[in-house]
């Protein structure tokens, strides 16, 4: 049974890793079971509100990302020079149509984290929203080639 999940965030993220790492192949929210390599995992671990007005609220999202190379040496400089960007970026575009942006506030990385079950760079993105439902993920259609007993 394959079940489709989205996450706007998650494919905001993907997209634009996709422009950085045209080598990469990247997921969103879990690894299948025959995973490309190189490639670059987005998941989301945790969200937040917090109150701003009676109408809005500060949304946070704790991102975990596995980067996943050849080699040791591969992967950390991919994750390093991944880092970097984030950084550099500061926010990046959900919808290029509504101009909406997802702001990077707390960034950091281990290079002794296991690529497959932990994940390697810690990111918690923020967000103003006023209807929190809509950034968060939500579950396209599931398909199924089986019966339910």
Do not use: C
């Not at 923020?126 to 199924?144: A, K, N």
């Amino acid at each position: 049974m394959a079940t489709e999940l989205n996450d706007p965030w998650l494919t905001a993220l993907a997209d634009w890793t996709k422009t950085l790492y045209q080598d990469s192949t990247v997921y969103q929210t879990e690894l299948p079971p025959d995973y490309a390599t190189p490639s670059i995992l987005w998941r989301v671990t945790e969200v937040q509100l917090e109150p701003v007005t009676k109408r809005t609220f500060l949304m946070k999202k704790h991102v975990v990302t596995h980067v996943i190379n050849e080699t040791l040496s591969e992967q950390n400089t991919r994750i390093v020079n991944l880092l970097q960007q984030l950084k550099v970026a500061k926010k990046i575009q959900i919808d290029a149509n509504t101009n909406k942006y997802m702001t990077i506030q707390d960034l950091s990385a281990s290079l002794e984290q296991n690529p497959i079950t932990n994940g390697q760079i810690n990111i918690t993105m923020t967000r103003i929203v006023s209807d929190p439902t809509e950034e968060v993920q939500t579950m396209d259609h599931i398909s199924s080639t089986g019966s339910l007993s």
